[in-house]
């Protein structure tokens, strides 16, 4: 058995190994409690500077994303402002060069016009020159057809009045003078005479007819003809008049 003294040293290092181990678990309590808020601490700052890591990347990311987008704009836009260009610069090139092209075809086909008219008007000019050359020519020969049978008219006129007036003065004397039968016998004469004179006149007159409507079928085959056959020269035509002479309307009584 132990004795007092011993007891109370025993009683006195249990209560300092008591209180040892006390303070050896409150220290390690302490030191798992620090431990423990040293390792929240450490995952929150950890936590943190992933967040700060995150959003820094993220914003790299986005500056990234965000100059590349610029990069892919401003190239576009510089794409497309050269397309732009481009058609501008084509629009207009073809556009001189179909204005050039319009202004050529607009050159030639207002050449052809030209000579197209010009043509038209030198074919009317000489159609114009030729007819007012036909013209003139029927009106010379027209009117040299009415001088005629005008000249002729007032001859056969003249030579009917006198031959009238002779023979009429002659047969009054003769049938007032005397009225024997050598009186008859020359009127007979003169009648039959005056008759065949008639006859005659009237074998003129068809012929004189006959020619006047050859002289009018030469004037109009020469009026239709070609260019090569105007120039040969005209036959010689008779004209004569229309109306039959006045030696034809009248005629002697019948002497028997």
């Known amino acids: 058995m132990l004795s007092r003294p011993q007891l109370h040293v025993a009683l006195r290092q249990q209560g300092w190994a008591v209180v040892s181990l006390q303070q050896r678990i409150l220290s390690c309590l302490e030191h798992k409690a ?34 590349s987008a610029i990069r892919h704009h401003d190239m576009e836009r510089n794409r497309q402002q050269v397309e732009q260009a ?49 013209r003139n020519r029927i009106n010379l020969v027209e009117l040299q057809r009415y001088n005629q049978e005008r000249h002729h008219t007032l001859a056969l006129r003249l030579q009917l009045g006198m031959r009238c007036f002779w023979a009429r003065r002659e047969l009054t004397d003769r049938y ?36 006047k409507i050859s002289a009018v079928l030469t004037v109009q085959a020469f009026g239709f003809s070609s260019t090569p056959a105007r120039r040969r020269p005209l036959a010689r035509c008779v004209f004569c008049c229309v109306e039959p002479p006045a030696c034809v309307l009248f005629r002697w009584p019948a002497v028997p």
Not at 53 to 62: D, V, Y
Not at 176 to 195: F, G
């Open 34 to 67: 620090w431990l423990q808020e040293a390792s929240d601490v450490l995952s929150a700052t950890r936590a943190v500077e992933a967040t700060r890591i995150q959003s820094a990347w993220r914003h790299k990311e986005a500056c990234h994303r965000a100059i």
């Open 86 to 134: 481009a058609s501008i610069i084509q629009r207009a090139m073809l556009g001189k060069w179909s204005r050039s092209r319009l202004r050529k075809l607009h050159r030639n086909e207002l050449f052809k016009v030209l000579g197209a008219a010009a043509t038209d008007i030198q074919r009317v000019w000489c159609g114009h020159a030729s007819r007012n050359l036909v």
């Open 176 to 211: 007032w003078e005397t009225k024997s039968q050598l009186a008859c016998t020359a009127i007979q004469c003169a009648a039959r005479v005056w008759l065949a004179r008639n006859e005659f006149q009237i074998h003129i007159f068809e012929e004189v007819q006959r020619r």
